[in-house]
């Protein structure tokens, strides 16, 4: 994994082509000068979108090759996904959501 723009973009390595990469691009934004709220950089996916990913991909493999791994590594894939998705119906109760405030 190489680091491309920290926190935002990064390119990784194929599996069977030591030359081949792709790049896996996070939505980025920043604080707009003297307010509270985001503006976007660049458009991306989000963790949780990934997360969708990776348990998906985990649950097919599991199907292929079960084993006690795979079910907690989705078990707890699941569990993260459900903390930033808790977090995020927080910040929007609190009419927080899409702003640079905690």
Do not use: W
């Amino acid at each position: 994994m190489e680091v491309l723009d920290e926190g935002h973009r990064y390119r990784v390595a194929n599996m069977e082509d030591p030359n081949g990469s792709q790049e896996i691009k996070f939505i980025n934004k920043e604080k707009e000068e003297d307010s509270y709220k985001l503006r976007t950089v660049y458009d991306g996916t989000t963790n949780e979108e990934l997360m969708k990913v990776l348990i998906n991909r985990m649950k097919y493999l599991n199907c292929k090759f079960p084993c006690i791994e795979n079910g907690e590594t989705i078990h707890h894939l699941q569990v993260a996904l459900n903390f930033q998705n808790s977090r995020t119906r927080d910040r929007k109760k609190r009419k927080v959501e899409g702003k640079h405030i905690a």
